[in-house]
């Protein structure tokens, strides 16, 4: 079993980052490897089990399943349905929790899979990098605030 963990400070309430990540379907607002994301069956996107059916920038297509979503804690779990990657039982979180002095975050971003013997670690390279560091980057971008 793999184990991918990744977080960082965001200068940016924590109220302010969860409502950026909180809607299953918003992704392509803020991740650059995202370029379009759905919700299957019309569902809410913040429904427990709702589908979001989603492309990366370089055409792969992904499903993932919304299996946990707290409003209280800011966190969210989700499973991998369909991937290109070579990942099963792929079953991740992203928690948004308040740094107590000041008015900043941290988000924690994690995930649990197996992985077949032959990978080279190029999967675990590819969430902690690609999905996990690039997203947390490209959130706090957005939303810290100046200077």
Same mark, same amino acid.
């Given at each position: 079993?793999? *184990?991918?963990?990744? $977080?960082?400070?965001?200068?940016? !309430?924590?109220?302010?980052?969860? /409502?950026?990540?909180?809607?299953?379907?918003?992704?392509?607002?803020?991740? =650059?490897?995202?370029?379009? !994301?759905?919700?299957?069956? &019309? *569902?809410? #996107?913040?429904?427990? &089990?709702?589908?979001? !059916?989603?492309?990366?920038?370089? &055409? !792969?297509?992904?499903?993932? /399943?919304?299996?946990?979503? $707290?409003?209280?804690?800011?966190?969210?779990? @989700? +499973?991998?349905?369909?991937? #290109?990657? #070579?990942?099963?039982? @792929?079953?991740? $979180?992203? /928690?948004?929790?308040?740094? %107590?002095?000041?008015?900043?975050?941290?988000?924690?971003?994690?995930?649990?899979?197996?992985? $077949?013997?032959?990978?080279?670690?190029? %999967?675990?390279?590819?969430?902690?990098? &690609? +999905?996990?560091?690039?997203?947390?980057?490209?959130?706090?971008? /957005?939303?810290?605030? =100046?200077?």
């Amino acid at each position: 079993m793999e *184990r991918v963990f990744v $977080s960082r400070v965001i200068d940016a !309430s924590a109220d302010t980052v969860w /409502q950026a990540v909180r809607d299953f379907n918003g992704m392509p607002d803020w991740h =650059p490897a995202i370029a379009d !994301s759905e919700i299957e069956d &019309g *569902r809410a #996107p913040d429904a427990v &089990g709702c589908v979001r !059916s989603f492309h990366l920038a370089d &055409g !792969s297509h992904l499903r993932e /399943q919304l299996t946990e979503l $707290s409003d209280a804690y800011r966190m969210m779990r @989700y +499973v991998i349905l369909d991937s #290109p990657m #070579p990942v099963t039982g @792929y079953d991740a $979180s992203l /928690q948004i929790l308040p740094v %107590t002095e000041g008015d900043a975050c941290l988000a924690c971003w994690e995930a649990e899979f197996e992985v $077949s013997q032959d990978d080279d670690g190029a %999967t675990v390279d590819t969430v902690t990098n &690609g +999905v996990f560091r690039a997203g947390l980057e490209a959130l706090a971008a /957005q939303l810290e605030r =100046p200077g």
